[in-house]
């Protein structure tokens, strides 16, 4: 019953975001077709057949009625900017979007979560000062300034721009170490940034179980301080922390967009930012509705594993 | 032989303040010791002492002798070693004792892996009289007397000498603190196992320990064969603690006086309450009179709390009445509001009904203010909370909660609900959460508020003693339904019902 009401809710939460996404960017300043024959000669006539291709010149109500009709149906419209199906377009740019934000997800988290069990356990002490004081920091400082920061530090030790050289050999082996050679500076801007949130939320959710009389019960038994936190204060005090990781996972698709920009990543958030500028609807509708429904099924997700790592929680 | 367990010259601060002050106790193998006292009198402090659980702001001097070895001076490893397997403690609420993720089986086995103790999870189980299977379970699964009951498997997992128990039935009811207790009593005497029990409850201190310590302060100021520390207590404290504690059928502990036949003031008439499919409440009639004090008694899950909830208008019945002043009370509106004034509710702990960050004023002054009630609000509080025996009112007004004792808290609650003038108190264990000597004074507060207002209470309870003391008529409570009614001496002295009986067999005698 209650799964079922679970899976209901995700897919309102899908149907209102489709819904959003159509009228959100009509409101976008600009006019795509304008945007489309910038630098072109072009006739009121010529203009008139672009809009008509598109089906700008319809009605907003007919509009959407063939937007969503066709979103039911897995087809996402085609692209202004690019002249090709949306659908296309995401799936090319979702690659290096998923290595980048994957990446720099999965370290932050491993070290966030790291960071905030070791500064709660030893409250106070110098790492928990320097932890929380770092992280703190990093969190306010704006991404692209950190990204520009470290471009300027780092010198011309690792690429700062794009994906990967035109001129390394075409081997496996030596594409893999280019790509990872360009990913070193956009994922240490990314873990560096969202790193923070991990640590702070996993801090203070097991400090709260820091006092729990049940780590009493495990420190009496005999147990090894060490064997105390890792068996019986984290299992319980990730719990938190689980939600927060989950809702991180969907973002990964939206990418980041400043980081993308900065370092001219080839993904989704770079994508985001030059459909914003046409303003490119129906790309802009598809991004919309590919990363909010990341969202929505990773929080789907966190919610089952909560059940299944909660028993205090019944999701069936 | 070495005594099991040996204090000497134990002492605790914390700070500046010292919790255990100079304490000598010695235990030997197979003995039964009961530690008496209150809440601050260090006899928890003295439990974690021996595992040398104490947080690390506390400083601890003298020595802790298990059998023989100091604890204070063990190595880290050598006091792993010993913690459970020389000793084990069986700490009070299992509910936060247990871990929640875990399942209690793998909770019981955890230290018999961490040891290399032979044996299984089951015949553990089945020691205190719970079925295998129960080992697959999470602590949330189980009733509050089976965690307990899990709680004393594991204690035993590792074959301790010594086995401390820390309060280990104050949150059950008086029937399954019973079956505890028995099945605690029965392996302490079987395996020949040293206990130290703690309670502040010298009835269950009684029921199982052979001797009787008391701690006082910081101090122990009495030690003793229990019946010779009941019977003959040299300290005034002893004195104070076996006085607190109603014996049922002794005239002495009888405080409320003969009331007549009252006019009706609530009745209740054939109420059904529902919870889903669950009948929580199964046609219940009940009439409290004016100025009368009626002791609603059963054990957790009876129905008594609900009962409770839906007289105040706080659940809608399913089906049945309930009449105040000879009009149907109202389920809505500015009428339910009105009846909700004279109806005030007293509940059990004072420390979570008053909300931490309200000075005493406010918490009294705020249903003057939800009522809208004319007049000079300060009069009326000072003037509550001095009924309530805060004297003088301006000493506490402006006291946060945490800054007064669990009594003071207690009477707090009482002033909230006095200064709207009501004429039905109803009180959900009004002193269950409260020390020994403090209790009595609370108790003698409602009787001198029936006596004075001729303020009627609906006195909600699992503790028969405290019906005996208090409450003109007792009505029994059990799965549902009333199953026996009427005046205090022949419901407890003279029961018709089994249940009835069965509750009063299972209250702990000093």
């Known amino acids: 019953m209650r799964l079922a009401g679970r899976f209901g809710g995700a897919a309102l939460s899908l149907l209102m975001v489709a819904v959003l996404g159509f009228f959100l960017f009509r409101v976008v300043p600009g006019d795509p077709v304008v945007s489309m024959t910038r630098g072109r000669p072009t006739t009121a006539a010529m203009q008139a057949e672009l809009r008509a291709q598109f089906g700008l010149d319809r009605s907003l109500p007919e509009q959407f009625w063939s937007y969503f009709t066709s979103l039911l149906r897995g087809d996402l419209g085609t692209s202004f900017t690019f002249r090709r199906p949306v659908a296309d377009v995401i799936l090319e740019r979702l690659g290096p979007t998923v290595l980048l934000v994957g990446t720099a997800t999965l370290i932050a988290v491993l070290l966030g979560l790291w960071l905030g069990v070791r500064s709660a356990w030893r409250r106070g002490s110098a790492f928990d000062r320097v932890t929380t004081g770092v992280s703190l920091t990093l969190w306010a400082v704006p991404t692209f300034w950190l990204g520009m920061l470290l471009m300027m530090v780092t010198g011309d030790l690792f690429p700062s721009r794009g994906m990967r050289d035109t001129d390394t050999a075409p081997d496996f082996v030596s594409q893999a170490l280019d790509v990872g050679h360009h990913l070193v500076l956009p994922s240490v801007t990314l ?33 090894r301080d060490d064997l105390v936190r890792r068996r019986h204060a984290v ?36 994508l985001f930012y030059d459909a914003l500028t046409g303003p490119d609807y129906f790309l802009l509708q598809g991004l919309l509705v590919v990363t909010a429904g990341a969202v929505v099924v990773m929080n789907l997700l966190a919610d089952l594993l909560h059940g299944v790592l909660d028993p205090r929680v019944k999701v069936v | 032989m070495n005594p099991l367990l040996e204090l000497r010259n134990l002492t605790v601060h914390y700070g500046p303040k010292c919790v255990v002050n100079d304490v000598n106790l010695t235990l030997a193998p197979g003995q039964t010791l009961g530690l008496a006292g209150e809440s601050g009198s260090g006899k928890s402090t003295v439990a974690m002492a021996v595992l040398r659980l104490l947080p690390r702001a506390a400083r601890v001097r003298g020595e802790v002798l298990l059998d023989g070895d100091d604890v204070a001076t063990m190595s880290w490893g050598r006091l792993r070693a010993v913690r459970w397997a020389s000793a084990s403690i069986v700490f009070q609420g299992a509910m936060h004792s247990l871990n929640p993720v875990h399942r209690v089986g793998d909770q019981i086995a955890e230290p018999m892996r961490l040891h290399g103790t032979p044996g299984s999870v089951a015949e553990l189980l089945e020691q205190v009289e719970l079925p ?9 699964e189980l009733s509050g007397g089976q965690r307990q009951r899990v709680m004393i498997a594991m204690a035993l997992a590792c074959g301790p000498r010594l086995v401390i128990a820390d309060e280990p039935t104050t949150a059950l009811d008086v029937v399954v603190q019973a079956q505890v207790l028995a099945v605690l009593g029965r392996l302490v005497a079987e395996q020949d196992l040293g206990l130290l029990m703690i309670s502040h409850d010298l009835s269950v201190l009684a029921e199982t320990c052979d001797d009787l310590a008391v701690m006082h302060r910081g101090e122990l100021v009495e030690r003793g064969r229990t019946r010779e520390v009941i019977a003959n207590p040299r300290h005034p404290h002893t004195a104070a603690l076996t006085a607190a504690f109603p014996v049922i059928g002794d005239p002495a502990h009888r405080w409320a006086e003969p009331a007549g036949e009252p006019e009706p003031l609530l009745e209740v008439r054939d109420l059904v309450v529902d919870y889903g499919r669950t009948r929580a409440v199964d046609g219940v009639d009940l009439t409290v009179g004016r100025g009368e004090i009626v002791a609603l008694v059963g054990q957790s899950g009876s129905g008594k709390t609900t009962l409770a909830r839906t007289i ?63 007049g000079d609000e300060e009069a009326l509080v000072t003037a509550a909370v001095e009924r309530a025996e805060l004297r003088p009112a301006s000493l506490y007004l402006e006291s946060l909660p945490h800054e007064l004792s669990g009594g003071q808290q207690q009477r707090v609650v009482i002033a909230g609900a006095l200064v709207l003038g009501p004429r039905l108190l109803v009180a959900d264990e009004p002193v269950a959460s409260l020390d020994a000597s ?10 001198r508020l029936r006596r004075e207002l001729g303020l009627a209470s609906l006195i909600i309870t699992h503790d028969l003693g405290l019906a005996w003391q208090i409450a003109d008529r007792v009505a029994v409570m059990h799965q549902g339904t009333i199953v026996e009614q009427g005046s205090v001496e022949k419901v407890l002295l003279a029961p018709s019902h089994d249940y009835t009986r069965a509750l009063l067999r299972a209250v702990p005698r000093v």
């Not at chain 1, 873990?191 to 729990?212: F, P």
């Not at chain 1, 809702?247 to 770079?270: D, N, Y």
């Not at chain 2, 295998?132 to 949330?140: D, G, L, V, W």
């Open chain 1, 235 to 270: 299992p319980n005090a990730v719990l938190p922390a689980i939600t927060l990781v989950f809702l991180r996972f969907g973002l990964v698709v939206a990418g980041a967009i400043t980081t993308e920009t900065v370092f001219s990543w080839p993904g989704l958030g770079l």
């Open chain 2, 132 to 140: 295998r299977e129960k080992a697959r379970a999470y602590p949330h």
């Open chain 2, 312 to 374: 105040m208008g706080l659940r809608t019945p399913s089906s049945g009445r309930v009449i105040f002043d000879g009009a149907e009370v109202a389920r809505t509106g500015r009428a339910l509001k009105a009846f909700r004034r004279q109806v005030q509710l007293v509940l059990q702990d004072p420390s979570s009904a008053l909300n931490p960050r309200h000075a005493v004023f406010d918490a009294v002054a705020e249903g003057l203010r939800v009522h809208g009630v004319p």
């Open chain 2, 438 to 447: 403090v209790r009595g004074e609370v108790v003698a507060l409602l009787l």
């Open chain 1, 191 to 223: 873990v560096a940034v969202v790193c923070a949130e991990y640590a702070l939320v996993m801090r203070s959710s097991l400090l709260e179980e820091m006092h729990a009389p049940y780590l009493t019960t495990a420190r009496a038994k005999g147990l």
